[in-house]
């Protein structure tokens, strides 16, 4: 009996009334008769496991390139971390396709927040797709969204779907609460100003 007992590669299984004793594989310390059928089956897994590690990985690497790229204002690096160039802002709407508009988005929300970025708090990985939950940090030194600067600083969380091809990014797509970013900087109510009345 093996109850409560590791088998150990080169122990057998089996013999007396249960047939000729056969050896315990080495690769599969189960206590289970392998075959080079089941050998190869392990090793195919362990395999695809060594693949999927390594694309978690890269794909881990790109999301934090991409995203302290932008706190550096190294934009051409963030560029580069996408196969396709492409945000979706659910909270307003706003879609920027293509590396043309992805670039002008970039532009806009700097001129409105230079010191704009982000602290990432977790990673979690799906099969086609990370979700990185962050909080969104800046300053609104210059006009926004047709309002005249407030000097008022935000804070606020957020969580982004990058949807990859391979290991390079095919799309962000960003869920945020705007309320909480206007309410932080006093544009939301009878105090804000706009940006033509200065």
């Not at 690769?27 to 050998?39: F, K, N």
């Not at 694309?55 to 963030?78: G, P, V, Y």
Request: some cysteine; overall charge negative.
């Amino acid at each position: 009996m093996w109850v409560g007992a590791e088998r150990q590669a080169g122990d057998v299984v089996g013999g007396g009334d249960h047939g000729p004793e056969k050896p315990v594989c080495g690769e599969h310390p189960s206590g289970l008769e392998c075959s080079g059928t089941a050998v190869a089956l392990l090793r195919t897994v362990a395999m695809a496991n060594a693949d999927i590690s390594g694309l978690t990985e890269a794909r881990a690497a790109t999301i934090r390139e991409h995203m302290e790229s932008e706190n550096r204002l190294d934009f051409d690096a963030t560029i580069a971390t996408f196969d396709h160039p492409r945000y979706e802002l659910i909270a307003t709407g706003q879609v920027f396709d293509g590396e043309e508009q992805v670039r002008r988005y970039f532009a806009t929300s700097r001129s409105a927040f230079p010191d704009q970025r982000n602290e990432i708090h977790s990673l979690r990985h799906a099969d086609d797709a990370v979700v990185v939950e962050f909080d969104l940090l800046g300053t609104h030194t210059g006009e926004f969204a047709g309002f005249a600067a407030t000097g008022r600083s935000f804070r606020c969380r957020m969580a982004a779907i990058f949807e990859f091809d391979g290991d390079r990014i095919s799309c962000e797509r960003v869920y945020f609460d705007s309320a909480t970013i206007l309410r932080q900087l006093g544009l939301l109510g009878g105090d804000a100003v706009p940006a033509d009345h200065a």
